[in-house]
């Protein structure tokens, strides 16, 4: 599959996507990226200003070494990791195998409510990819 | 693989420093990010053992303003050295739009530099690309090292041992002290922007 353009349209679908089922339960920022580091889009509540392009060379570079580390155990893939702070914490979940989503949020979601709507947006993501081909 | 976003108009390229151990490529986007301080609007990211080798990569993101209504974001990359570090620097080539290949010109390091350009060639095609098509510029670090009495390989054995084949653009340069760095990094930009301008035209 090829990630190099995606169309304005496809974008803006996603942002909405991102801005219904995320931001609005009160996620601070979310991104998505692809494995080379590149950000696809980001989205954030207004308030939250994070260097988004350090960011993504990071995760991207994150989630190669768990891959790596997979492999390592056995294991094809850990699709999902979580990262917990203080007063922020970061969930990275794969959208296939180019595609990463990364949620920054706070003290007032639940991890599990996180998730529940992290899974449905994947899959809303990946129908409206499919669609789009 | 560069990406595009029409919506926003923003290219994002990705080249990557890479060459053997102690070569100079930190250096190099040391020296980027100290003198071009403007045109970069985070703080270089490097991650580093305790030693100051670097363990993963290190990252840096610069502007170019804009390039016919697109803005041009390069992210500049560099690889660990280290020989045993392979599988690190491969991460690192994942979706790599153009390469800077710092070699190091001290005498003691010709084999070297050859051995960690035969692996780059691999690298490369275990992920389909060929070092033969990719943008590629050569730069041949630390030739300042000549005036303080250390050997030095002549630029014409340099050029025999990694630019036979490849006929690619070479620079001298002293990443310590930016002799040729930012010519080298222009090379680089240029060769990549018109590498990706063919593929999507």
């Not at chain 2, 692996?119 to 730069?139: A, T």
């Not at chain 2, 690619?168 to 990094?185: C, I, K, Q, W």
């Amino acid at each position: 599959m090829n990630y190099g353009v995606v169309s304005q349209e496809q974008l803006e679908k996603i942002d909405e996507l991102l801005t219904e089922k995320l931001i609005k339960i009160g996620v601070d920022c979310v991104i998505i990226i692809d494995m080379a580091g590149n950000i696809i889009t980001a989205k954030d509540n207004g308030t939250s200003k994070y260097d988004v392009y350090s960011f993504a060379a990071l995760a991207a570079g994150n989630f190669a070494t768990v891959d790596a580390m997979a492999k390592l155990v056995g294991e094809q893939e850990f699709s999902l990791l979580f990262h917990k702070g203080t007063d922020c914490n970061i969930h990275f979940s794969k959208i296939d195998d180019e595609l990463l989503l990364i949620s920054m949020f706070g003290k007032d979601i639940s991890l599990g409510f996180l998730r529940l709507n992290v899974v449905e947006t994947i899959e809303r993501i990946k129908r409206l990819w499919v669609r789009e081909q | 693989m560069s990406f595009i976003n029409l919506r926003e108009k923003i290219v994002q390229v990705k080249i990557v420093y890479y060459g053997p151990g102690r070569g100079g490529k930190t250096t190099n986007l040391e020296y980027i990010n100290r003198k071009f301080s403007k045109q970069i609007q985070s703080e270089m990211v490097s991650l580093k053992t305790h030693g100051d080798r670097t363990l993963f990569f290190d990252f840096l993101p610069f502007n170019m303003g804009q390039i016919k209504g697109y803005d041009l974001k390069i992210q500049l990359y560099t690889v660990p050295g280290q020989v045993k570090y392979n599988a690190t620097r491969k991460l690192v080539l994942k979706g790599v739009d153009g390469i800077v290949f710092v070699a190091d010109a001290q005498e003691h390091m010709r084999e070297k530099n050859i051995r960690s350009l035969n692996q780059l060639h691999e690298n490369l095609r275990d992920y389909k690309e060929s070092i033969f098509r990719i943008p590629l510029v050569l730069q041949y670090n630390k030739v300042d090292l000549r005036n303080q009495g250390i050997p030095i390989l002549p630029t014409a054995i340099l050029e025999k041992d990694l630019n036979s084949k490849l006929k690619v653009p070479a620079f001298e340069g002293s990443a310590l002290t930016g002799y040729n760095v930012p010519e080298t990094l222009k090379k680089i930009i240029s060769s990549t922007v018109i590498s990706i301008q063919k593929k999507l035209l």
